[in-house]
T-cell receptor, first 114, second 113 residues
Framework: DGGITQSPKYLFRKEGQNVTLSCEQN?????MYWYRQDPGQGLRLIYY???????QKGDIAEGYSVSREKKESFPLTVTSAQKNPTAFYLC?????????????FGDGTRLSIL | GQQLNQSPQSMFIQEGEDVSMNCTSS?????WLWYKQDPGEGPVLLIA?????ELTSNGRLTAQFGITRKDSFLNISASIPSDVGIYFC?????????????FGRGTQLTVWP
Protein backbone atom coordinates (compact mmCIF):
# COMPACT_ATOMS: atom_id res chain seq x y z
CA ASP A 1 0.00 0.00 0.00
CA GLY A 2 1.22 3.52 -0.77
CA GLY A 3 1.42 5.90 2.11
CA ILE A 4 3.37 7.86 4.66
CA THR A 5 5.00 6.02 7.54
CA GLN A 6 6.08 7.78 10.70
CA SER A 7 8.09 6.06 13.40
CA PRO A 8 8.14 5.57 16.26
CA LYS A 9 4.52 6.10 17.33
CA TYR A 10 5.65 7.18 20.81
CA LEU A 11 9.01 8.63 21.78
CA PHE A 12 10.44 9.68 25.11
CA ARG A 13 13.34 12.05 25.50
CA LYS A 14 15.49 12.98 28.43
CA GLU A 15 16.38 16.59 29.02
CA GLY A 16 19.36 17.64 26.90
CA GLN A 17 19.05 14.83 24.36
CA ASN A 18 18.53 15.09 20.64
CA VAL A 19 15.97 12.74 19.09
CA THR A 20 15.17 11.98 15.48
CA LEU A 21 11.69 11.27 14.14
CA SER A 22 11.41 9.24 10.97
CA CYS A 23 9.13 9.95 8.01
CA GLU A 24 9.11 7.77 4.89
CA GLN A 25 6.76 7.95 1.91
CA ASN A 26 6.35 5.68 -1.10
CA UNK A 27 3.96 7.95 -2.98
CA UNK A 28 6.70 9.37 -5.20
CA UNK A 29 5.88 12.83 -3.84
CA UNK A 30 8.42 15.60 -4.28
CA UNK A 31 7.37 17.75 -1.32
CA MET A 32 7.44 16.78 2.34
CA TYR A 33 6.46 18.70 5.47
CA TRP A 34 6.77 18.55 9.25
CA TYR A 35 4.11 19.99 11.55
CA ARG A 36 3.80 20.29 15.27
CA GLN A 37 0.41 19.97 16.98
CA ASP A 38 -0.34 21.05 20.53
CA PRO A 39 -3.71 20.54 22.31
CA GLY A 40 -6.31 22.99 21.08
CA GLN A 41 -3.99 24.29 18.39
CA GLY A 42 -3.95 23.90 14.67
CA LEU A 43 -0.96 22.48 12.90
CA ARG A 44 2.12 24.68 12.83
CA LEU A 45 4.72 24.24 10.13
CA ILE A 46 8.26 23.42 11.28
CA TYR A 47 10.15 22.71 8.04
CA TYR A 48 9.29 21.77 4.50
CA UNK A 49 11.13 20.48 1.46
CA UNK A 50 10.00 20.76 -2.12
CA UNK A 51 12.88 18.84 -3.64
CA UNK A 52 15.74 16.57 -2.62
CA UNK A 53 18.68 18.35 -0.96
CA UNK A 54 16.65 21.49 -0.35
CA UNK A 55 14.43 22.58 2.54
CA GLN A 56 12.97 25.75 4.04
CA LYS A 57 12.12 26.88 7.54
CA GLY A 58 8.50 27.08 8.49
CA ASP A 59 6.99 29.20 11.25
CA ILE A 60 8.55 27.43 14.26
CA ALA A 61 11.90 26.03 13.03
CA GLU A 62 13.97 27.04 16.09
CA GLY A 63 15.27 23.98 17.95
CA TYR A 64 14.63 21.63 15.04
CA SER A 65 16.70 20.40 12.09
CA VAL A 66 15.95 18.33 9.00
CA SER A 67 17.65 16.67 6.06
CA ARG A 68 16.39 15.57 2.66
CA GLU A 69 18.99 13.25 1.16
CA LYS A 70 16.45 10.97 -0.46
CA LYS A 71 13.09 11.68 -2.06
CA GLU A 72 11.34 9.14 0.16
CA SER A 73 12.72 10.30 3.49
CA PHE A 74 12.51 13.52 5.54
CA PRO A 75 13.73 12.93 9.11
CA LEU A 76 13.20 15.57 11.78
CA THR A 77 15.65 16.05 14.66
CA VAL A 78 14.39 17.68 17.81
CA THR A 79 17.46 19.19 19.40
CA SER A 80 18.17 20.05 23.01
CA ALA A 81 17.70 23.69 22.02
CA GLN A 82 13.95 23.06 21.70
CA LYS A 83 12.78 24.01 25.19
CA ASN A 84 9.25 22.69 24.94
CA PRO A 85 9.40 19.64 22.69
CA THR A 86 6.43 17.71 24.11
CA ALA A 87 3.91 17.60 21.26
CA PHE A 88 2.37 15.49 18.51
CA TYR A 89 4.49 15.64 15.33
CA LEU A 90 2.95 15.08 11.92
CA CYS A 91 4.66 14.49 8.60
CA UNK A 92 2.94 15.13 5.28
CA UNK A 93 3.77 14.90 1.59
CA UNK A 94 2.39 16.17 -1.69
CA UNK A 95 3.23 16.41 -5.35
CA UNK A 96 5.01 19.69 -6.10
CA UNK A 97 3.68 21.92 -8.82
CA UNK A 98 0.25 20.31 -8.89
CA UNK A 99 -2.28 22.33 -6.90
CA UNK A 100 -4.83 19.57 -7.34
CA UNK A 101 -2.74 17.20 -5.24
CA UNK A 102 -3.27 18.16 -1.60
CA UNK A 103 -1.11 17.06 1.32
CA UNK A 104 -1.57 13.64 2.87
CA PHE A 105 -0.47 12.94 6.42
CA GLY A 106 1.20 10.15 8.36
CA ASP A 107 -0.20 8.93 11.69
CA GLY A 108 2.13 11.03 13.79
CA THR A 109 4.73 10.61 16.54
CA ARG A 110 3.97 11.67 20.08
CA LEU A 111 7.09 12.99 21.81
CA SER A 112 7.25 13.30 25.59
CA ILE A 113 9.96 14.54 27.95
CA LEU A 114 10.99 12.30 30.83
CA GLY B 1 2.73 32.38 10.46
CA GLN B 2 -0.84 33.04 9.58
CA GLN B 3 -3.54 30.87 11.03
CA LEU B 4 -7.06 30.80 9.79
CA ASN B 5 -10.01 31.75 12.01
CA GLN B 6 -12.06 28.61 12.43
CA SER B 7 -15.34 28.46 14.34
CA PRO B 8 -16.87 27.15 16.40
CA GLN B 9 -14.07 25.80 18.55
CA SER B 10 -16.24 22.91 19.74
CA MET B 11 -19.72 21.51 19.14
CA PHE B 12 -21.86 19.10 21.14
CA ILE B 13 -24.76 17.76 19.13
CA GLN B 14 -27.21 14.89 19.11
CA GLU B 15 -27.05 12.12 16.57
CA GLY B 16 -29.07 13.03 13.49
CA GLU B 17 -28.50 16.77 13.73
CA ASP B 18 -26.80 18.80 11.04
CA VAL B 19 -23.48 20.53 11.70
CA SER B 20 -21.96 23.64 10.22
CA MET B 21 -18.50 25.10 10.73
CA ASN B 22 -16.56 27.78 8.90
CA CYS B 23 -13.17 29.25 8.31
CA THR B 24 -12.18 32.81 7.46
CA SER B 25 -8.97 34.54 6.49
CA SER B 26 -7.79 38.09 5.97
CA UNK B 27 -6.01 37.04 2.78
CA UNK B 28 -6.94 35.15 -0.37
CA UNK B 29 -6.36 31.45 -0.87
CA UNK B 30 -6.35 29.49 -4.13
CA UNK B 31 -7.30 26.20 -2.50
CA TRP B 32 -9.35 25.32 0.56
CA LEU B 33 -9.12 21.92 2.20
CA TRP B 34 -11.06 20.24 4.99
CA TYR B 35 -9.45 17.49 7.08
CA LYS B 36 -10.72 15.27 9.90
CA GLN B 37 -8.48 13.98 12.68
CA ASP B 38 -9.29 11.09 14.99
CA PRO B 39 -7.47 10.85 18.35
CA GLY B 40 -3.84 9.79 18.01
CA GLU B 41 -3.94 9.75 14.22
CA GLY B 42 -3.00 12.04 11.38
CA PRO B 43 -5.56 14.25 9.60
CA VAL B 44 -7.42 12.66 6.72
CA LEU B 45 -8.52 14.74 3.75
CA LEU B 46 -12.30 15.05 3.43
CA ILE B 47 -12.87 17.62 0.70
CA ALA B 48 -10.67 19.80 -1.52
CA UNK B 49 -11.96 23.00 -3.17
CA UNK B 50 -10.11 24.65 -6.05
CA UNK B 51 -12.39 27.35 -7.44
CA UNK B 52 -14.14 30.34 -5.88
CA UNK B 53 -17.84 29.59 -5.45
CA GLU B 54 -17.29 25.85 -5.81
CA LEU B 55 -19.65 23.61 -3.85
CA THR B 56 -18.47 20.03 -3.38
CA SER B 57 -20.02 17.05 -1.62
CA ASN B 58 -18.56 13.86 -0.21
CA GLY B 59 -21.39 11.70 1.12
CA ARG B 60 -23.03 13.58 3.98
CA LEU B 61 -20.37 16.30 3.83
CA THR B 62 -20.70 19.46 1.77
CA ALA B 63 -18.11 22.23 1.56
CA GLN B 64 -18.01 25.55 -0.25
CA PHE B 65 -15.18 27.80 -1.40
CA GLY B 66 -16.28 31.35 -0.63
CA ILE B 67 -16.72 33.73 -3.54
CA THR B 68 -14.25 36.21 -2.02
CA ARG B 69 -11.67 33.38 -1.71
CA LYS B 70 -11.25 34.35 1.95
CA ASP B 71 -13.60 31.84 3.52
CA SER B 72 -14.98 28.33 3.38
CA PHE B 73 -17.58 26.32 5.22
CA LEU B 74 -18.22 22.65 5.90
CA ASN B 75 -21.64 21.12 6.57
CA ILE B 76 -22.29 17.62 7.88
CA SER B 77 -25.84 16.37 7.52
CA ALA B 78 -27.54 13.79 9.73
CA SER B 79 -24.56 13.33 12.05
CA ILE B 80 -23.62 9.89 13.36
CA PRO B 81 -21.36 8.85 16.26
CA SER B 82 -18.38 8.14 13.97
CA ASP B 83 -18.36 11.82 12.93
CA VAL B 84 -16.71 12.55 16.28
CA GLY B 85 -13.27 14.09 15.87
CA ILE B 86 -11.47 17.33 15.14
CA TYR B 87 -12.17 19.05 11.84
CA PHE B 88 -9.52 21.36 10.38
CA CYS B 89 -9.73 23.82 7.55
CA UNK B 90 -6.59 24.61 5.59
CA UNK B 91 -5.79 27.14 2.90
CA UNK B 92 -3.15 27.05 0.21
CA UNK B 93 -1.92 30.10 -1.69
CA UNK B 94 0.20 28.66 -4.46
CA UNK B 95 2.88 30.66 -6.25
CA UNK B 96 6.21 30.81 -4.41
CA UNK B 97 4.62 29.13 -1.39
CA UNK B 98 3.26 26.30 -3.51
CA UNK B 99 2.19 23.39 -1.36
CA UNK B 100 2.40 25.18 1.97
CA UNK B 101 -0.81 24.98 4.02
CA UNK B 102 -2.16 27.34 6.66
CA PHE B 103 -4.45 25.70 9.22
CA GLY B 104 -7.33 26.72 11.42
CA ARG B 105 -7.27 25.70 15.09
CA GLY B 106 -9.89 23.03 14.54
CA THR B 107 -13.49 22.31 15.54
CA GLN B 108 -13.91 19.53 18.10
CA LEU B 109 -17.15 17.67 17.29
CA THR B 110 -18.90 15.48 19.86
CA VAL B 111 -21.99 13.52 18.84
CA TRP B 112 -24.33 12.13 21.50
CA PRO B 113 -26.26 9.00 20.60
Amino acid sequence: DGGITQSPKYLFRKEGQNVTLSCEQNLNHDAMYWYRQDPGQGLRLIYYSQIVNDFQKGDIAEGYSVSREKKESFPLTVTSAQKNPTAFYLCASSRTGDPNQPQHFGDGTRLSIL
Amino acid sequence: GQQLNQSPQSMFIQEGEDVSMNCTSSSIFNTWLWYKQDPGEGPVLLIALYKAGELTSNGRLTAQFGITRKDSFLNISASIPSDVGIYFCAGQRGGSTLGRLYFGRGTQLTVWP
